[in-house]
């Protein structure tokens, strides 16, 4: 960085390591659709998600407002990551519930510090968090809890049924938990041995950008 501003390509890879030393067992997925917005980074933790929007030095506040519409309705914490052009001003631009991390350069290094901590988010809505989520993982979560297959039903049919029956915190670790196995490399050969043993075409997925999972000390 030959200047003292911070473009976001400066500051994901650093915040992926710092947020890996922070919370311990996580799994940070990138670029992640959500809504009519597209997360910056999604944080798996063992009973949470947390959606984590970046504005560098570069950016403007252009989007957030819609970007906080659909971050608020899919996590259960957000955080803004900031640099210092947006310091004075970023608590406008949020709901008090978000978290808000501030970057810096310090000797050509991005330098992070925690200006609140997030809290718990009132506007979750559990049925889009469990959208994240793709059919085999869905139909592992029916298993897991006993409940009927409903291959031939939509999934908006089958995330209710989910969210009907299992318990919410139960729920939030199982959501969890099929993150942090899911698996890029197979996901799309599950994807579609699930669409062949139920009469559905076959689907062919992007392959996502994702960090593997850091194991607790």
């Not at 968090?129 to 139909?139: G, I, T, V, Y």
């Amino acid at each position: 960085m030959a200047d003292s501003v911070l473009y976001d390509k400066d500051i994901r890879e650093p915040l992926c390591f710092y947020l890996e030393e922070l919370f311990g067992k996580c799994r940070i997925f990138e670029e992640k659709r959500m809504g009519d917005s597209r997360a910056d980074m999604v944080m798996v933790l063992p009973c949470a998600l947390c959606g984590i929007e970046i504005k560098s030095d570069a950016d403007s506040y252009a989007r957030l407002s819609r970007q906080v519409k659909d971050y608020s309705a899919f996590f259960d914490f957000n955080y803004v990551v900031v640099g210092s052009t947006h310091v004075h001003h970023i608590k406008e631009h949020v709901p008090e519930e978000w978290g808000i991390i501030t970057v810096d350069n310090v000797e050509g290094q991005p330098d992070f510090y925690f200006l609140r901590q997030a809290s718990p988010n009132p506007g979750m809505r559990r049925e889009l968090k469990l959208s994240m989520l793709w059919r085999p993982e869905l139909a592992h979560i029916q298993e897991l809890n006993g409940l009927h297959k409903y291959p031939g039903k939509s999934k908006d049919f089958v995330r209710k049924y989910i969210i009907d029956s299992v318990q919410g915190v139960l729920l939030d670790k199982q959501i969890s938990d099929e993150l942090f196995e899911r698996d890029y490399d197979t996901i799309a050969e599950k994807i579609n041995t699930y669409r062949a043993e139920h009469g559905q075409k076959k689907h062919r997925r992007k392959r996502k950008r994702y960090r593997k999972v850091k194991a607790l000390n």
